[in-house]
DNA sequence: GCTAAGACCTCCCGTAAGGGGAGAGTCAAT
DNA sequence: ATTGACTCTCCCCTTACGGGAGGTCTTAGC
């Protein structure tokens, strides 16, 4: 017989824990002290605090190991109440899978908007633009709207996400409503999915112009483009791009008076 | 300016959670009439009920969404909380696939213990044993310990068990102490571990009997194989097998009485 | 003006599995 | 007899609210 202190170290179940489980009655003292109230525990017990321990480290609620000690003399009664501990399992890891990939995503596209865009601004710039992959949805409605485009594209990629969000518009001029619009970002490794679009995204020569801003006064910077292209003898292909160096994220709405966007116009 | 049952509308929260965190600071009404009591908030609300219900979806407690609240203003201000965050739940996740590993093992295990044994009892049978595929942990000591080996190799190999824990007994005779054997599972897959020994292991024609009862007297029984493995005039191989059809599980110990063992010795 | 419905208020209790600590009693050895 | 270590009960605390009691407020209809 042991006092409820050592029992505690054979068992490793704290004290506290034992005094619990004694009022739960999931695991009672062989002997109580009537005068004192000590508790006092037989070796034999130790069986039954390890079958305790073994539940619960499979997770089992306390409230389940007592219906179970009460009901299971071997492992295969316990087959039932194995399966349902391991779909529940199945779902919280689902679960938990899922928030990790959105926090992979965040993570992913938070770290490089870290890294401090230093461009040249306010100044037509040439450049040749690689193929990429690229994963995007495209919708029609206010270019407000783009931002559901990103965040579900961003849900399905997660940490595939190589870069940052990237617009694409096909319309040939600004459209108040109805307009015709993908909003996706370009991804290390493809990915299949019914809503994501998911292909190669064609590189070639293109005009760009770092925008300083909200979106909504872009346009003077389109027209900026526009009469650089027009100089040149070029001709701009749809759609253009626009890719969000700074701008809102997927939690925070940030200051738009400090985004950064970068348009860009393929030419030939 | 909307009361908390229209402004829980808008934000899918409940009331009770608004008015919690309300209590917490959280997110505060934007007016609170003096004389009801009532709460009423403005549509400019709605982004920071956004942010949180972004931020709860991800698992952050609600004390570390006022501290967020309170200090970032844009996604890249998250990423150390993300980054914490992530770190969590990659523990969470390892804690809860080891515990599902876990359960598969006694799943499986279990399944195959309710087919029940239908053979011949007491009566020594000979058949050719093919090779297989068996992890294990070999030790010295009693016999006793022999179910450190089986938990040990049962964490490991999880669901990856094709059969019954066997035991493999080295010595040439009984060995009340000091003994050598080993024990572990057949396996579906091959498993890499430093402690577990995973390994081909031959079969070969074979004497076998069951024993049913109590380890302690399975004496007569090896003595009724020797006999007959005399009277054929074949030659025992060492290590003797012991296959547990019905034993003490992994958390129940079950009737000794009712334990089922197959004895096996190869033969040339 | 009266009444009823529905929305809202505060306050309290409950959750799972104990942890922390207060204040008091007990055990074993010196 | 006195320590010091143990143990007892009782109460509050944790998360993120949910349920409910009992009371107040607003609004619509008569």
Redesign the pocket.
């Known amino acids: 017989m ?7 170290k054979m068992t490793r ?10 009022d ?1 009655g999931l695991l009672a ?1 062989d002997k ?2 009537p ?6 525990y037989k070796t034999s017990s130790l069986e039954r605090a390890r079958v305790i321990v073994s539940l ?1 480290d499979l ?7 007592g219906t179970i000690l009460a009901d299971c003399r071997e492992d295969t009664d316990l087959l039932q109440f194995l399966e349902t501990r391991h779909q529940d399992l199945e779902t919280r890891l689902a679960e938990l899978q899922a928030r990790k990939h959105a926090l992979e995503g965040l993570i992913s596209t938070a770290r490089q908007s870290r890294e401090q865009v230093r461009l040249r601004m306010d100044e037509v710039v040439e450049k040749d633009l690689d193929p990429m992959l690229f994963a995007g949805v495209r919708m029609k409605g206010g270019y407000g709207e783009i931002g559901k485009a990103f965040s579900r594209v961003g849900r399905k990629a997660g940490f595939k996400i190589a870069g940052k969000p990237l617009g694409l518009f096909y319309d040939e001029g600004y459209r108040e409503t109805d307009a015709d619009f993908e909003g996706g970002f370009p991804l290390r490794k493809p990915i299949d999915d019914e809503v994501v679009d998911c292909r190669e995204l064609e590189g070639g020569h293109a005009v760009s112009l770092i925008h300083n801003g909200p979106y909504s006064d872009c346009g003077p910077t389109y027209q900026a483009l526009l009469t650089h292209i027009a100089e040149k003898g070029y001709t701009p292909q749809s759609p253009s791009r626009e890719v969000y160096l700074k701008g809102p994220g997927m939690i925070f709405k940030g200051n738009p008076a400090r985004y950064i966007t970068e348009i860009q116009l393929l030419v030939e």
């Open positions: 042991f006092p409820i202190g050592q029992f505690s179940l704290s004290v506290k824990a034992l005094r619990h489980y004694h739960l003292p109580i002290d005068d004192s109230g000590y508790r006092y619960k997770g089992f609620p306390l409230e389940e190991i």
